[in-house]
């Protein structure tokens, strides 16, 4: 029988394939890996599979016999039937033979050499011609392994979803929770000196059954200072959105920054309202002197300061346009609480409506100054020897209020006093002089007010306070700030204020007394000390003003100095009064010394002898104040007891002053100078005059002494160079 398909015979159980349905299926099966041809395979022949063999011409001579033995056992019918098949299928495969070879030489060699490994290695037990017979027990039995593994891969894949870990079951080994700071404590210090004395096992805690209503309640918190969103709630606020939140409010920036606002626009009103009525204050047009481009008058004119004379004037060095007035005891009685008490008033020359605050003292101020960095300590010596200083950042609240007219005035006490407290070290006689010592008092930096902040606030407590009297006792103190104010006071600090925070510390004491003897001086008795300056480049220098014409050298490590007394030009000694010294502001080792037989001096710091001297100047009236200019290195102001102004330009005249002017009715009290030394474009210099009226006036000096010149401190350099 020939055929070119797959001939099944059911009842010789036989099957004929023909060879290039075999090759292909067996590179589908072996390159492509195709398991599902091969079940389905097995299935058209899962009847037969012992009755066919794989033969070809290589086959081993035991096949070739248990064959020969099979067929023998086979009837003759049947044995021919096989016959018959064996040949056609023999016929079958040379055919497909001849084919397979002529359409290999028709593709090339490259591509038959290409089939032929093909064919090697997917079927490396056939030969390349002869015909093939399937194995179909070695398919079977492979098919039987690959589905008894996949029974045994799904059954295991059954078998772990039934089979699974139990996690329920978990214990730590160590649990060590973090110890809060309250648990800290009860551990180290909570079981010292205890017992157990009770243990409460909420018995009391019982239900009774009451006639009367039951009240509804609502149990509410709240929190202050809140230190969260949420400050307030209770039982009835579950809505975080009814839960008041506490706004983030920066108390210190807020403050400064409203303190600063409030300035400036105290300032801007006080333009607007000087521009709009420039007579506001009567004499405030026509008080302009002639060495002056305007003027403008601080209102004196309060209900505390009738009747009260200015003793002094004081400036900042550093907050130029701060100014304080001492005013005296009142002529006529005013107000209880004040008559008997000196008032100072602290100024700032842009708002001339009113004083920034007002201070209290009960003994007679002789002098006065302010912290070196910031204008918000103010020291003072007083004529019973005390030194007081006020704070003027405390709060309002803790000092006295009076009620004059309509309106209320804040009235502050001193926040610290030597008096009746340090006597073993306080002074015994009339304070001449008060300075604040600072090794960066001098140093250039801007002098526009700005709020104060508290970074710079305490920068400024790293200083001292000198004080002098006239019997040559100079004491030096420690500013010290406590950490808290007590409003209710203190035990140890008596001379502080309940509610200060700033005292005073003595330092050292030193007496000049022994180094201004001098010999000649014994027929006038002994030498009085009137004035301290400390020397701005190296602070524990200083000078002293005598009431001999001469002027101590010191240091406060009582060191070795040269020289170690300035002198006049007369070399006879005579009773004059050093009144007032006065430093080079740029940084110049000069200063000034006005006396009180009417010369002014010009010292160097290394010479003995003065640079320069003016002796008839004031036509021998004593000098009562000198104050160098802030804005030109060569220019120097002179008031003497006639109550005259003499201005010095030492770069046009270096013989006498360029400028005179007399204050008359009126006359003046005291004077001082107040200025802004960094603008050289829109800087002022002017001059605070206090009259023997009480009245305070301000002078704004010409711009030809107030405009830097072109080289000007070079040129003074040369003058004095010249000078010695």
């Given at each position: 029988m020939?055929?070119?398909?797959?001939?099944?015979q059911?009842?010789?159980?036989?099957?004929?394939?023909?060879?290039w349905?075999?090759?292909k299926e067996?590179?589908d099966?072996e390159?492509?890996?195709?398991?599902e041809?091969?079940a389905c395979?097995?299935?058209?022949f899962e009847?037969?599979?012992d009755?066919?063999?794989?033969?070809?011409g290589?086959?081993?001579s035991s096949n070739?016999?248990?064959?020969?033995?099979?067929?023998?056992?086979?009837?003759?019918?049947?044995?021919?039937e096989?016959?018959?098949?064996?040949?056609a299928?023999n016929?079958?495969?040379?055919r497909?033979?001849?084919?397979?070879y002529?359409l290999s030489?028709?593709?090339?060699?490259?591509e038959?050499?290409?089939?032929?490994?093909?064919?090697?290695?997917?079927?490396?037990s056939?030969?390349?011609?002869?015909?093939?017979f399937?194995?179909?027990a070695?398919a079977?039995?492979?098919q039987?392994?690959?589905t008894?593994?996949?029974?045994?891969?799904?059954?295991s894949?059954?078998?772990l979803?039934?089979?699974?870990?139990d996690?329920s079951f978990?214990?730590?080994?160590l649990?060590?929770?973090?110890?809060?700071?309250?648990?800290m404590y009860?551990r180290n210090?909570?079981?010292k000196n205890?017992?157990?004395?009770?243990v409460?096992y909420n018995?009391?805690?019982?239900d009774?059954d009451?006639q009367t209503?039951?009240?509804?309640?609502r149990a509410v918190?709240?929190q202050?200072?809140g230190?969260?969103?949420?400050?307030?709630?209770?039982s009835?606020?579950g809505d975080?959105?009814?839960?008041?939140?506490?706004?983030k409010?920066?108390t210190?920036r807020?403050?400064?920054f409203l303190r600063a606002a409030?300035?400036v626009i105290?300032?801007?009103?006080?333009?607007?309202?000087?521009?709009?009525e420039?007579?506001?204050?009567?004499?405030a047009?026509?008080?302009t002197?002639?060495?002056?481009?305007?003027s403008?008058q601080?209102?004196?004119n309060?209900p505390?300061?009738?009747?009260?004379k200015?003793?002094?004037?004081?400036?900042?060095q550093?907050?130029?346009?701060m100014?304080?007035?001492?005013?005296?005891?009142p002529?006529a009685a005013?107000?209880?609480?004040?008559?008997?008490?000196h008032?100072?008033?602290v100024?700032?020359i842009r708002q001339?409506s009113?004083p920034?605050k007002?201070?209290?003292?009960?003994?007679?101020?002789t002098?006065c100054?302010?912290?070196p960095f910031?204008a918000?300590?103010?020291f003072?010596?007083?004529?019973?020897?005390?030194?007081?200083?006020?704070?003027?950042r405390?709060?309002?609240?803790?000092?006295q209020?009076v009620?004059l007219?309509?309106?209320f005035?804040?009235f502050?006490m001193?926040t610290?006093s030597?008096?009746?407290?340090?006597?073993?070290?306080?002074?015994?006689?009339p304070?001449?002089?008060?300075?604040?010592?600072?090794?960066s008092?001098?140093?250039?930096?801007?002098?526009?007010l700005?709020p104060?902040s508290m970074q710079?606030?305490?920068?400024?407590?790293?200083?001292?306070v000198?004080?002098?009297?006239?019997?040559?006792?100079l004491?030096?103190?420690v500013v010290?700030e406590l950490?808290?104010?007590?409003?209710?006071?203190?035990?140890?600090d008596?001379g502080?204020?309940?509610?200060?925070r700033i005292?005073?510390?003595?330092?050292t004491?030193i007496q000049?007394?022994?180094?201004l003897?001098?010999?000649?001086c014994?027929?006038?008795g002994?030498?009085?000390?009137?004035?301290?300056?400390?020397?701005?480049?190296?602070?524990?220098?200083?000078?002293?003003g005598t009431?001999m014409?001469?002027?101590?050298?010191?240091?406060?490590?009582d060191?070795?100095?040269?020289?170690?007394?300035?002198k006049?030009?007369?070399?006879?000694?005579?009773?004059?009064?050093?009144n007032v010294?006065d430093?080079?502001?740029?940084g110049e080792?000069?200063f000034?010394?006005?006396?009180?037989?009417g010369?002014?001096?010009l010292?160097?710091?290394t010479?003995?002898?003065?640079?320069?001297?003016?002796?008839g100047s004031?036509e021998?009236?004593?000098?009562?104040?000198?104050r160098?200019?802030l804005?030109?290195p060569?220019v120097?102001?002179?008031q003497?007891?006639t109550?005259?102004?003499?201005i010095?330009?030492?770069?046009?005249?270096d013989?006498?002053?360029?400028a005179?002017?007399?204050?008359?009715?009126?006359?003046?009290?005291?004077?001082?100078?107040?200025?802004?030394?960094?603008?050289t474009?829109g800087?002022?210099?002017?001059?605070v005059l206090?009259?023997?009226?009480?009245s305070v006036?301000?002078q704004y000096?010409?711009?030809?002494?107030?405009?830097?010149?072109?080289d000007?401190?070079?040129r003074?350099q040369r003058?004095l160079?010249?000078?010695?």
């Amino acid at each position: 029988m020939r055929t070119h398909g797959i001939l099944r015979q059911v009842d010789h159980r036989a099957c004929v394939v023909p060879m290039w349905e075999i090759e292909k299926e067996d590179i589908d099966s072996e390159n492509a890996g195709a398991d599902e041809y091969a079940a389905c395979f097995e299935d058209d022949f899962e009847d037969y599979e012992d009755d066919f063999e794989v033969c070809d011409g290589d086959d081993d001579s035991s096949n070739e016999l248990e064959l020969k033995e099979k067929i023998e056992e086979l009837p003759l019918a049947r044995k021919r039937e096989i016959q018959e098949i064996h040949k056609a299928i023999n016929a079958e495969n040379e055919r497909i033979g001849e084919l397979s070879y002529r359409l290999s030489q028709k593709q090339g060699l490259l591509e038959g050499e290409r089939s032929s490994e093909t064919d090697a290695n997917s079927s490396p037990s056939r030969a390349p011609v002869c015909g093939i017979f399937v194995d179909f027990a070695t398919a079977s039995h492979r098919q039987k392994s690959r589905t008894q593994a996949l029974k045994q891969k799904t059954r295991s894949t059954k078998l772990l979803r039934l089979i699974d870990l139990d996690f329920s079951f978990t214990f730590s080994l160590l649990d060590l929770p973090p110890v809060n700071e309250y648990d800290m404590y009860i551990r180290n210090f909570g079981k010292k000196n205890t017992k157990q004395a009770y243990v409460q096992y909420n018995e009391d805690n019982v239900d009774r059954d009451i006639q009367t209503e039951e009240i509804e309640t609502r149990a509410v918190w709240t929190q202050h200072p809140g230190e969260g969103t949420a400050v307030s709630g209770g039982s009835g606020s579950g809505d975080v959105r009814e839960v008041a939140a506490a706004p983030k409010v920066n108390t210190p920036r807020l403050a400064s920054f409203l303190r600063a606002a409030c300035q400036v626009i105290a300032v801007l009103l006080e333009e607007d309202r000087v521009a709009a009525e420039p007579s506001w204050s009567p004499g405030a047009v026509d008080g302009t002197l002639a060495i002056s481009d305007s003027s403008s008058q601080l209102n004196t004119n309060l209900p505390f300061l009738q009747d009260r004379k200015v003793s002094c004037l004081c400036a900042s060095q550093v907050q130029r346009q701060m100014v304080v007035s001492v005013h005296g005891l009142p002529a006529a009685a005013f107000a209880p609480a004040l008559d008997s008490r000196h008032v100072l008033c602290v100024w700032d020359i842009r708002q001339p409506s009113g004083p920034q605050k007002v201070l209290l003292c009960e003994s007679k101020v002789t002098c006065c100054c302010f912290s070196p960095f910031k204008a918000f300590l103010l020291f003072a010596g007083t004529a019973h020897g005390s030194i007081i200083l006020w704070d003027l950042r405390e709060d309002s609240r803790i000092h006295q209020y009076v009620k004059l007219g309509d309106c209320f005035w804040t009235f502050r006490m001193a926040t610290f006093s030597t008096d009746g407290v340090l006597t073993s070290v306080n002074h015994c006689s009339p304070v001449q002089a008060v300075e604040s010592i600072s090794t960066s008092v001098y140093k250039k930096q801007s002098f526009v007010l700005s709020p104060f902040s508290m970074q710079e606030e305490m920068s400024g407590l790293s200083f001292h306070v000198a004080s002098l009297d006239e019997s040559g006792v100079l004491n030096v103190w420690v500013v010290v700030e406590l950490p808290r104010a007590d409003i209710a006071g203190s035990v140890s600090d008596l001379g502080l204020i309940p509610g200060g925070r700033i005292k005073l510390v003595h330092s050292t004491t030193i007496q000049l007394s022994d180094s201004l003897c001098q010999k000649g001086c014994e027929f006038w008795g002994c030498t009085q000390t009137l004035n301290v300056k400390f020397l701005p480049s190296d602070p524990s220098h200083f000078i002293v003003g005598t009431d001999m014409g001469l002027i101590s050298h010191g240091t406060r490590q009582d060191l070795r100095v040269s020289p170690k007394l300035y002198k006049p030009q007369q070399h006879d000694v005579r009773p004059v009064r050093v009144n007032v010294i006065d430093f080079s502001p740029f940084g110049e080792p000069v200063f000034l010394a006005g006396c009180s037989d009417g010369s002014i001096r010009l010292h160097q710091l290394t010479s003995e002898c003065p640079l320069l001297q003016w002796n008839g100047s004031t036509e021998g009236h004593a000098v009562t104040g000198l104050r160098w200019s802030l804005t030109r290195p060569a220019v120097f102001l002179a008031q003497d007891e006639t109550s005259c102004i003499y201005i010095w330009d030492l770069l046009e005249s270096d013989l006498g002053p360029v400028a005179k002017q007399l204050i008359s009715p009126d006359r003046l009290v005291a004077m001082t100078v107040v200025g802004e030394a960094e603008k050289t474009s829109g800087s002022f210099l002017a001059l605070v005059l206090a009259r023997a009226s009480g009245s305070v006036d301000i002078q704004y000096l010409r711009r030809a002494w107030v405009a830097p010149v072109r080289d000007e401190l070079r040129r003074l350099q040369r003058l004095l160079q010249e000078a010695l």
